[in-house]
C-alpha cells in the first residue's frame, strides 16, 4: 500500500527552511468536518488539534488566532485583550486574501501575508500538536516549541 503523495505547500516549504522536525500526516478531508474529522482519523485527541482562525478587528485589521481543536476563541476576551472594539472572524474569501490558504487548509505558516499570531497559552504546555499544514486533508504534527520559535506568537487566554 502506498502513502499517497501531496504536493509540497508553501507552509510545508516554510517548516523546512526553517528546520523545523515535523511528521505530515493526511487524513480524508470533510466539508465543514473540522477538527473533530481529524483528530478522530488521525487517532488523537481533539484538544492536541489546533485550528487556524484568520480573524480581523472593526477596522478589518487581520490577525491570526491559535485554538485548541475543542475550544472556541472568546471574541469579546480577544477584543479586550488586544484593546480593540471587537474581533470578528473574516471570510472565506478575506481569509484567503491575507494567507493564501483556503478555509479547511488555513496554515499558520508560510502565509501570503505575514499577519500578528495570537495562541491561546494552554497549547504551549502540550507535548505535541497536530495544526494544518497548508492543504485541506493535511496535518502536520510538531512541537509547540518549534512553533514559537518560528512564530513568536503573543500568548492570549481567551479559550471557552
Known sequence: MTKEKF???N???FLREHQVEFIEHPYRYEEKGGTEVAA???GVDEHLTVKTLVMEDENKVPIIV???GDREVSTRELARVLGV???TPCSSETAFKHTGYMVGGI???GTKKQLPVYIEETILSLPRIFI???RRGLLCEMSPKDLVRVLN???VRVAR
Do not use: D, E, W, Y
Open 153 to 155: 506568537p503573543i500568548t
Open 107 to 109: 496554515s499558520p505558516f
Open 40 to 42: 478522530k482519523a488521525l
Open 66 to 68: 491559535l485554538m485548541h
Open 11 to 13: 507552509a510545508v516549504r
Open 7 to 9: 504536493p509540497v505547500t
Open 132 to 134: 494544518n499544514a497548508g
Open 85 to 87: 472594539k471587537s474581533i
